[in-house]
């Protein structure tokens, strides 16, 4: 039983929020309207994902820097432009969403989490996992720029006389918001016996973490809530619109852990790098893609959906595509000679 909360609890705790933020966005209203309490919360989770993060002894990985570079290339190019021919498929919020997630970085830590325990090498996780946090205020602004720009108004500078949705703020908030977290996290190892206890506290640090996405989840669905509320009758999604959505985004994320596999197999590249490269390709982190759709995109509150969709899908199905990896490397262990003795 203990072991079944450990592995679900998250996902429970992410239905609970979801339903609450909807059910009592009224009431709490106030709530996503304090820039101060969700910038706090943002910057407190990317310093607790990054403090335990030991990048340790990369060499190896930076020596042979083919997988790293492939599976950056899936995450922060491929991946947005199958997005933005998803998306083509569905539209208004919905569209905005799918964009978003897939323009923002790879996951902080999950990424290398999933790897290691299919039995992959998660040095280059990790590596995919600097790479694209650290660029992310350049990638991500122009990619949102090339795949929202003609739903919403996208300017280049602040107080541009035709208003919307400026480059450089957001280019200068994801610094502040994640760039310098991320550095504050690392630097606070170079404290004497604060990186070891960090990575000894890994598990609790995460937890609390996950407690900081919970609370962003639940300032977007409390906006979710009240724009629903809002709408015209007309005008409100359809269970159908929902269903679409969904299938659309697992169908995006399972595609691109699959397309990183073939692409690893044709390159005869080994199964540490070729699981490395499927997961750390197709994974994103919620936070910063909250982050973006609470601060840049208020007018579109229901983008939370596809990226809270996305993050729950990459925990279900990641979790089914790592025990067949382990499943698999079980069964070949097995069938080696001498086991059948």
Known sequence: MRSIFRRYWFLAALLLVVVSGFTFSPSLRVLPELKLLRNTIVVTVLFLMAFPLAFGDLHKAVQR?????????????????????VSLLTFGDFAIGINLMAAIPCTLASAAVWTRRAGGNDSVALIVTIVTNSLCFLITPFWLLWTTGSQITITVWPNDASGGLSLVSMMTSLLLLVMLPMLAGQLARLVPHAGHWATRNKFTLGIFAQLGVLCMVLLGCISCGLKLRNLPTDQMPTILSFAVMIALVLGLHFGTLLLGIGISRQLRLPRQEEIAIAFAGSQKTLMIGL?????????????????????????????????????????KIKTSPGESE
């Not at 820097?65 to 021919?85: Q, R, Y």
């Open 65 to 85: 820097p083919k997988a790293a570079m492939l599976a950056t290339f899936i995450n922060a190019g491929l991946l947005p432009v199958l997005a933005w021919i």
């Open 291 to 331: 982050a973006i759709a609470t601060e840049f995109y208020t007018a579109n509150p229901l983008a939370i959906l596809p990226m809270v969709t996305y993050h729950v899908g990459q925990l279900l199905l990641d979790t089914a595509v790592a025990e067949s990896y382990i499943a698999a490397e079980i069964g």
